[in-house]
């Protein structure tokens, strides 16, 4: 379904070659799996949601894709799709000038930005979400990626409705500087309100989570839960192996490795996924605040609380 | 102290010659008495020249310098006393991060720092300044007990960036920082961070997310570390004097677009040349700042930081035409 033809020339290179691998497949009609090389059916492949039968490699989605999977059909309503990167530091260096990369950008992979945003119902039960898209700068968050986040987290604030947000990034955007760190402590920030509002968030790994995407909304999760094989990590396994010159065991700083080491909830298979989901809307819907009235209020104040 | 850097060159010739001229002590003639005179002059005329016009990059030079001081200095210099805590009470004690409780100015505060090491020896023990996820899990015990004594927090940062090893991965580098992200974002005490050398990446927001954040005036706060931009932006870390100009690191830019509150001064030629007015300089700055914070009741401290926050970011809008666009 995706115009995924015109691999976008990129700044944030780390994982663009495998982006590259992911899409190497011939007009749909066929894909090879980057991971054990079967070549793979295109209509098979849609149909098994982009997943290898051999060998479970799970390819990229794009946000709609992701969208189409996880919710109710037509119920995802998006906000703030007019909200665009801008170039607030004239960046311009050797080869790389943001504003031109960003024209490109919107241009080839057909988005504004490197996320979208929105809510919607799943199994009717409603959510505000804000899903990644690595096509677009690498998923690289700049101001508008936290921006878009952020509105989608307070969105989920004014409505009263859990928080769900798909990570797909190589990390912050170099080319907006300072701007782009600091979009970790807004949308940490955010989150740290919704979880005193009592609202749930949940974050989805996706392939990569990596850099200041990681380090900040992607960990926060009440719960987290990653796609199979994605890359999970802080520093990325390039810097690893160059600043500590080791190679990097088979299966390092994965989804698996990462649940090994007690930093998320669980792996699950992208087919499970929208029941997961599903199944974590109902629990925690269930909250039961009926023990939170305080012991020393009197009888009419318990009930102008329990009114509103 | 010497002026060692590149675009100190001059500066290190006069001051030879200044040096010179001193050694001779009482056997100097008058004439060479007005020479010594006039290269002090001329030393101080072309400092003040060269450092009011530092690029991005030079400024990275002086925030590194091997003599800057480190937050024990500052700490040693600027507080009436220091108890140091230690650990993270789960895995160990990282020697990247220096906290512990402090009296500064009759009242106690919570130091939360960055510390580098001066030599091989101490930079073993300090990790380079780079911490491990035990350090931001030491920062943010020591930041709740602060909380709960009502303490104000107080930040130095310099360090290059948290430690990118593999075993950092597996104690959960990203997770420590994003929790200290959130922790601080709703800290029930006022809380002032200054950029004292190095700011690198989410090693340093990881204990700077503040009410005020302060920079000296020869430091620098970046996303990346010049060579990791460069790295990621056109895979080769000789590049990396480019990307510190691209991406504006220095404090004076960073002044310049608001993304920081206030500059402090540094004695002439850096904060290595004279430590205890740097110190001092530090010490009015943080004290300033604290006063106002303290008259802030605490709700609107936390809303005032939220915003602070929320707003930092630029973005444009283009008009969105409903349903044509959505062909994927």
């Not at chain 1, 807004?186 to 979880?195: D, F, I, M, Q, V």
């Not at chain 2, 005179?37 to 060269?50: G, N, S, Y």
């Not at chain 2, 990790?127 to 020591?142: D, F, I, Q």
Request: proline letters at 4%.
């Amino acid at each position: 379904m995706a115009k995924e033809a015109a691999v976008p020339s990129t700044g944030q290179s780390s994982s663009q070659n495998q982006a590259k691998a992911d899409l190497a497949h011939i007009g749909n009609l066929a894909v090879k799996c980057p991971k054990c090389r079967e070549m793979l059916l295109g209509r098979d492949w849609e149909k098994n949601l982009k997943v290898c039968p051999r060998c479970s490699y799970h390819f990229k989605l794009d946000a709609f894709e992701r969208i189409e999977l996880i919710t109710d059909p037509d119920s995802f309503t998006e906000i703030d799709k007019g909200i665009i990167s801008v170039d607030p530091l004239n960046f311009s260096s050797r080869s790389q000038v943001y504003a031109t990369k960003l024209e490109e950008e919107r241009k080839s992979v057909n988005l504004n930005e490197a996320v979208v945003s929105g809510h919607a119902t799943i199994e009717g039960m409603a959510l505000a979400l804000a899903i990644m898209d690595f096509r677009f700068i690498g998923g690289s968050m700049g101001s508008a990626t936290g921006e878009k986040i952020t509105r989608a987290i307070e969105l989920g604030i004014e409505k009263h409705i859990p928080v769900l947000i798909a990570s797909a990034s190589g990390g912050a955007r170099m080319q907006e500087g300072l701007y782009s760190l600091m979009q970790m402590a807004k949308t940490s920030a955010a989150l740290a309100k919704l979880g005193e509002a009592g609202l749930p968030f949940f974050s989805l790994l996706t392939d990569p989570t990596t850099g200041g995407v990681t380090a900040s909304f992607a960990m926060l999760g009440d719960v987290t839960l990653a796609e199979p094989g994605a890359l999970v990590c802080f520093a990325g396994p390039r810097v690893i192996e160059g600043f500590m010159h080791v190679k990097l065991p088979e299966g390092a700083v994965t989804s698996e490795f990462v649940l090994q080491h007690g930093m998320i909830d669980a792996v699950v298979h992208r087919r499970d996924l929208r029941q997961t989901l599903t199944r974590l809307l109902r629990f925690y819907s269930k909250a039961d605040t009926s023990s939170l009235e305080p012991v020393e209020a009197n009888a009419s104040h318990i009930q102008a609380t329990s009114s509103s | 102290m010497a002026y060692d850097l590149d675009f100190e060159k001059p500066l290190a010739e006069l001051e030879k010659k200044i040096i010179g001229l001193q050694r001779k002590g009482d056997r100097l003639k008058p004439e060479e008495h007005i020479q010594l005179q006039e290269a002090e002059r001329d030393l101080r005329h072309r400092t003040e020249e060269i450092y009011s016009k530092l690029t991005s990059w030079q400024t990275v030079q002086v925030a590194r310098h091997k003599d800057r001081p480190y937050a024990i200095d500052y700490i040693e210099l600027m507080c009436e006393d220091f108890f140091e805590l230690h650990g993270d009470r789960a895995f160990g004690d990282d020697r990247a991060i220096v906290a512990g409780i402090a009296e500064l100015d009759g009242c106690t505060v919570m130091l939360v720092c960055h510390q580098k090491g001066r030599d091989a020896k101490e930079n073993r023990l300090r990790n380079l300044g780079m911490p491990h996820p035990e350090g931001y899990r030491k920062a943010g015990r020591v930041m709740q007990q602060a909380e709960k004594f009502h303490f104000p927090v107080i930040c130095l940062i310099d360090t290059p960036a948290a430690f990118p090893g593999l075993e950092d991965e597996e104690r959960g580098q990203a997770e420590a920082i994003a929790n200290n992200l959130y922790l601080m974002s709703r800290l029930r005490v006022p809380i002032v961070a200054v950029v004292t050398g190095e700011g690198g990446s989410g090693g340093a927001l990881g204990i700077s997310v503040a009410d005020r954040i302060l920079m000296l005036e020869y430091s620098v706060y970046s996303v990346a570390p010049p060579e990791a931009a460069a790295t990621i932006l056109w895979r080769d870390t000789a590049f990396a004097p480019q990307a510190a100009e691209a991406m504006r690191i220095s404090a004076r830019e960073l002044k310049a677009i608001d993304l920081v509150d206030e500059l402090i001064p540094e004695p002439l030629g850096g904060a290595h040349h004279n430590y205890q007015q740097a110190a001092d300089n530090l010490k009015v700055g943080v004290l300033r700042q604290l006063a106002d914070l303290k008259k802030l009741p605490i709700n609107e401290l936390l809303e005032q930081r939220y915003q602070k926050f929320r707003n930092i970011g630029k973005f444009g809008y283009v008009p969105v035409l409903q349903e044509q666009e959505i062909e994927i």
